[in-house]
């Protein structure tokens, strides 16, 4: 079979150009070769062509990806905060307020425009002052969260979301279980907060749904995705106003841990057993004695969740990572003062003399002529009353028809423990009602110290406001709380000196020989 040159010629000049010549270059090879020949040469063309293709969308949808992230990038969160620190002459409430409408991103696209205008239009003389930019930008997002938020009745106070409303306009029960407190205590504590200008109110979230967010958290250690559906905000929103509401929960600190009153526990007057043994005036070798107990001292082990590095420090004797928390707490079940942070492997009476030897950790002064309940872990000195060493001084080492004190040193101590057990009914009612406390909360450890001021914070107000409190009525009715066994291993600490310690004891036998001199005549009576 001859092959038509008319045809070859019209073939290879049918035009020019690198797709041309391809192209046609593959037909006329074709026409000349074998079928099977031509079949795997199209075969490669077409492969060719498609690799081709596909590098060409995917270098556009890199382009294009490339181009969204620096449009994000552009108008983030941090950009925007970042241009509105370089600012010098914004006002305080001013820049809070722009730093909450930044979560809308048409806000922040506009505030970047503005501020963009500002200083790319310096040869037309028009100069738009800072504060202007912010409230344009701030107005912006004001009248669309006012469009697009639909408006709370009046029966509905706070406005929040549907959960908020749920809860505040709920039963009593309901509030208590997601809320941990009372409802009058709820918005008491919130007319503080406001009152005080430590939270404000947002134009997305007020200042009940933000210590709802904190006390959902604190109170059911939930995470923070779990708070997010369940407040319908970001997560970015609930980590920040989580933030916000511990700052100015542990600011009350100065306000609700405060030293107990100077005149004779309540708890101690009225009771026979302790009273006038825990308060005497009486003069030994012509030095005056302590005559009032002012309260209990204790440590308390919280679990921690540290660094690698630290674990070491933080590892207790139980071999758990923990933070040794020193407090102080009246009979009245309220806490005086509140020292966490101190790693697991430190001793309570350790910890008890750093506190004293530093001034700036303001523990109260003891006033003089009063004392502190202390266990076993501490010395007895001036001011800190432990029981008799080498006596059994647990509540439950004396449950029982055979085991009753049988001398004067098992008397003290038993009424010691007895009267001590306040501490231990509070960090109870503290650990039921903030169970974030029973865990190692995945948070920076600074964070953790300050959980734990914030909830003896909330645990004396809510004291105070609502003393019929179902956490403290069960504490109340469950008679004693368990005590954490002693550390045998460690002894306790000096405290002071000697001779301090010699007055300390004198009054301790004092007491001891009153009560079990009154112990001997009213048995023998009956």
């Known amino acids: 079979m001859s092959v038509d040159p008319t045809f070859l010629d019209d073939d290879l000049s049918s035009g020019s150009g690198e797709d041309v010549n391809m192209l046609d270059g593959h037909k006329q090879r074709q026409s000349t070769t074998p079928s099977s020949g031509r079949r795997k040469r199209s075969r490669k063309a077409t492969g060719d062509a498609i690799v081709d293709a596909m590098l060409e969308i995917a270098a556009a949808s890199k382009m294009r990806a490339t181009e969204i992230m620096k449009n994000e990038d552009r108008f983030s969160i941090s950009k925007c905060i970042k241009v509105l620190d370089e600012m010098q002459i914004v006002d305080q409430r001013l820049y809070f307020f722009a730093l909450d409408l930044f979560e809308n991103p048409n806000a922040r696209e506009i505030f970047i425009a503005l501020k963009n205008l500002s200083t790319g239009m310096e040869d037309f003389e028009l100069e738009l002052d800072e504060m202007e930019l912010v409230a344009a930008a701030a107005g912006y997002h004001y009248y669309n969260s006012l469009t697009k938020q639909p408006r709370c009745s009046r029966n509905e106070s706070p406005c929040g979301t549907r959960f908020m409303v749920e809860v505040l306009n709920g039963d009593d029960d309901g509030c208590r279980e997601m809320f941990r407190m009372d409802k009058h205590v709820f918005h008491k504590l919130c007319g503080t907060l406001r009152q005080k200008g430590m939270l404000r109110d947002t134009p997305g979230v007020m200042i009940e749904e933000q210590l709802g967010i904190f006390l959902n958290i604190v109170g059911h250690n939930e995470r923070n995705r779990v708070i997010q559906e369940r407040f319908e905000h970001s997560g970015e929103t609930i980590s920040r106003h989580f933030n916000n509401v511990l700052k100015a929960v542990k600011s009350l600190?100065?306000?609700?841990?405060?030293?107990?009153?100077?005149?004779?526990?309540?708890?101690?007057?009225?009771?026979?057993?302790?009273?006038?043994?825990?308060?005497?005036?009486?003069?030994?070798?012509?030095?005056?004695?302590?005559?009032?107990?002012?309260?209990?001292?204790?440590?308390?082990?919280?679990?921690?969740?540290?660094?690698?590095?630290?674990?070491?420090?933080?590892?207790?004797?139980?071999?758990?990572?923990?933070?040794?928390?020193?407090?102080?707490?009246?009979?009245?079940?309220?806490?005086?003062?509140?020292?966490?942070?101190?790693?697991?492997?430190?001793?309570?009476?350790?910890?008890?003399?750093?506190?004293?030897?530093?001034?700036?950790?303001?523990?109260?002064?003891?006033?003089?002529?009063?004392?502190?309940?202390?266990?076993?872990?501490?010395?007895?000195?001036?001011?800190?009353?432990?029981?008799?060493?080498?006596?059994?001084?647990?509540?439950?080492?004396?449950?029982?028809?055979?085991?009753?004190?049988?001398?004067?040193?098992?008397?003290?101590?038993?009424?010691?423990?007895?009267?001590?057990?306040?501490?231990?009914?509070?960090?109870?009612?503290?650990?039921?009602?903030?169970?974030?406390?029973?865990?190692?909360?995945?948070?920076?450890?600074?964070?953790?110290?300050?959980?734990?001021?914030?909830?003896?914070?909330?645990?004396?107000?809510?004291?105070?406001?609502?003393?019929?409190?179902?956490?403290?009525?069960?504490?109340?009715?469950?008679?004693?709380?368990?005590?954490?066994?002693?550390?045998?291993?460690?002894?306790?600490?000096?405290?002071?000196?000697?001779?301090?310690?010699?007055?300390?004891?004198?009054?301790?036998?004092?007491?001891?020989?009153?009560?079990?001199?009154?112990?001997?005549?009213?048995?023998?009576?009956?």
């Open 253 to 526: 600190s100065r306000e609700f841990l405060q030293p107990p009153p100077i005149s004779t526990p309540t708890e101690i007057l009225t009771s026979n057993r302790f009273h006038p043994y825990f308060k005497v005036c009486v003069h030994m070798t012509c030095i005056r004695l302590p005559q009032d107990c002012l309260g209990v001292i204790d440590g308390m082990h919280l679990p921690a969740h540290v660094p690698a590095k630290d674990q070491s420090r933080f590892r207790n004797k139980k071999g758990v990572l923990s933070q040794n928390v020193l407090a102080a707490c009246t009979f009245d079940l309220q806490f005086i003062f509140i020292y966490p942070g101190w790693e697991g492997s430190a001793a309570d009476s350790r910890v008890l003399r750093a506190v004293l030897d530093d001034p700036d950790q303001n523990f109260p002064q003891i006033p003089q002529g009063k004392y502190y309940l202390v266990d076993s872990g501490y010395s007895n000195t001036e001011g800190f009353i432990a029981p008799f060493e080498g006596i059994r001084h647990h509540i439950h080492d004396y449950r029982g028809a055979n085991l009753l004190p049988r001398n004067a040193k098992e008397l003290f101590n038993h009424r010691h423990s007895c009267l001590r057990n306040a501490i231990q009914k509070s960090f109870e009612v503290l650990r039921r009602r903030f169970p974030i406390l029973k865990v190692a909360p995945q948070y920076a450890f600074h964070i953790q110290r300050d959980i734990v001021i914030a909830a003896c914070v909330l645990h004396n107000l809510i004291r105070r406001e609502e003393r019929n409190d179902w956490l403290f009525a069960a504490a109340a009715a469950e008679g004693p709380s368990s005590e954490d066994l002693p550390d045998l291993e460690d002894g306790p600490e000096m405290l002071a000196s000697p001779v301090e310690g010699q007055i300390a004891s004198s009054l301790r036998d004092f007491i001891a020989t009153a009560m079990w001199n009154d112990f001997i005549t009213k048995w023998d009576e009956w």
